[in-house]
């Protein structure tokens, strides 16, 4: 691969799962080393990146752990100080401690905390963890102070490998006006299309084994990569036809003594044609479908949530009341640990409310895909033997197998034991479970989860055209912008129920 990124244009690193984009990442970083070739940093730029080694700075105040970003201004603090400490110090070690502190002023050193306060801030990590250690900070939430370590020096060159994991809507919109008031060049690795759109001048793509730079963003690229495709496609035909016609003229003509010498020219305009090679695509799409029965269709009322009170160390709801028309489709919002995942549970009755009640209308059936799905995956059966348990009576061997085959499980793949499959392959095949069940109703928590682009994108279609009720968790701004009809945003002191898409919600925020 040969590709110059710059001047300040930020590139969304896409391509699908397994094709080596978190390799090159970390090979730009400087983490791994490639195997041939080189990598050229032009002097005096610094570079920063987003660290995936979350217990690496478990003995450290979070404040510190976020100013090691800049990696110059904390080793000229270090070694200040080292040399104050030191009771032996001599007069040049002063002097040198002297001249520290001129590189320390010069990188903003002394408004330093306050700035990285502000950026923790920013990811949502709250005041009172700010002078603690890490170790105090919960795993999901470390990766937050991580992002704001990468952000803190505003380098020259930032290299974000999925900066949105973790973070809900709201910290994600304030992450894309961070990144699009910088000047810096960045590369950035997402599954969130919205943020790409939102943040992204220019698209790397990763795919027929070579790297494309396409200018614009995510939307763009998926508009001009196509067109481009089938521009060749048309060419390759127009030139397999031509060469095909030409072909049989020689075939014709070249034994004739009168045509022989056209007969030749024919066959050296043969060798000038060219025909692309067109490479297989390393892109697949699952094939998604909710359907389910005529007969299990719902009308007016689906759900009656009445006078619900629950409450764990601290209450999550208290006197919740709404009701839900069928075939709403209904996204519930709000920050990381609000209490999101608990009221999907106490929808879909698998989690019994302190006080109130939650009615599904006679015919509802619910379809439940959870947030950690890892239990369901822990018998030591196969691909094949996992999916066949979740099919109809009538249902035989030849459906479950098409069944997989749409979800990208080849033949090989269906004796394979469901322990080892990845998150991704996990999800598939918790959408093959509700396909299967044929359910009028889908409750889903945070299902884009380890999923490529090509999945989201299926998956994204496959809701859209779901005629049942709707319920979903989810940070993916895309998904409740394209599939809500309602948003539900759960807040400290309240729970907002809008009547209306994403977009018109904000609105009404802004008010």
């Not at 201004?73 to 502190?101: C, G, S």
Request: aromatic fraction near 10%; include cysteine.
């Amino acid at each position: 691969v040969s590709v110059k990124f710059g001047d300040g244009n930020r590139y969304g690193l896409i391509g699908a799962n397994g094709c080596g984009k978190s390799t090159f990442m970390k090979i730009l970083a400087g983490e791994l080393e490639a195997t041939a070739g080189s990598i050229a940093l032009e002097s005096q730029e610094r570079m920063a990146w987003l660290r995936q080694d979350q217990f690496a700075y478990e003995n450290l105040r979070v404040l510190d752990v976020v100013m090691m970003g800049h990696q110059e201004m904390w080793a000229a603090n270090e070694e200040k100080n080292r040399l104050y400490a030191n009771p032996d110090a001599t007069e040049d070690d002063y002097m040198k401690a002297a001249e520290l502190e001129g590189v320390y002023a010069e990188y903003d050193g002394y408004t330093a905390e306050a700035r990285a306060g502000e950026l923790l801030a920013g990811v949502g990590i709250p005041n009172e963890l700010h002078e603690g250690l890490m170790s105090g900070v919960a795993p999901g939430w470390k990766l937050r102070v991580l992002l704001a370590q990468a952000l803190f020096s505003d380098p020259d060159i930032l290299l974000l490998d999925e900066p949105t994991n973790n973070l809900d809507i709201n910290t994600i919109r304030w992450l894309e006006n961070i990144l699009n008031n910088r000047n810096s060049t960045m590369i950035i690795i997402s599954h969130d299309r919205h943020f790409l759109n939102q943040v992204c001048t220019h698209t790397a793509d990763m795919d027929y084994a070579k790297l494309t730079i396409y200018p614009g963003n995510y939307d763009d690229f998926m508009e001009a990569s196509s067109m481009a495709r089938a521009q060749q496609l048309k060419a390759n035909d127009k030139a397999k036809l031509q060469i095909a016609e030409l072909q049989d003229f020689v075939r014709r003509f070249s034994a004739n003594a009168s045509k022989a010498k056209q007969a030749t020219s024919r066959a050296k305009q043969i060798d000038k044609i060219k025909v692309e090679d067109m490479k297989p695509s390393s892109r697949q799409y699952p094939f998604i479908r909710f359907e389910y029965d005529e007969k299990d269709k719902l009308y007016r009322q689906a759900l009656i949530v009445n006078k619900v009170d629950h409450a764990f160390d601290e209450p999550l709801f208290n006197n919740l009341n709404f009701m839900v028309e069928a075939g709403e489709r209904i996204a519930i919002i709000g920050e990381n640990g609000i209490g999101k995942s608990s009221l999907l549970k106490i929808i879909g009755n698998i989690l019994t409310p302190n006080s109130g009640s939650v009615k599904w209308t006679e015919k509802a059936k619910l379809g439940y895909f959870a947030q950690d799905h890892s239990e369901e995956f822990q018998k030591d059966v196969s691909v094949f033997e996992w999916m066949s348990q979740w099919g109809r009576p009538e249902d035989d061997d030849q459906v479950i197998r098409s069944m997989l085959g749409r979800l990208l499980f080849s033949g090989e793949d269906f004796k394979k034991k469901i322990k080892v499959l990845s998150g991704g392959e996990q999800g598939r095949m918790l959408f093959g479970k509700l396909m299967l069940l044929k359910t009028n109703i889908l409750l889903l928590d945070e299902p884009t989860n380890h999923m490529d682009m090509e999945s989201i994108e299926s998956l994204n279609t496959a809701l859209d055209k779901f005629k049942g009720t709707l319920f979903f968790v989810t940070h993916d701004r895309e998904f409740v912008s394209s599939i809500a009809t309602r948003i539900l945003d759960i807040r400290k002191d309240k729970i907002i129920d809008f009547m209306g898409n994403y977009e018109d919600y904000l609105s009404s925020q802004e008010d």
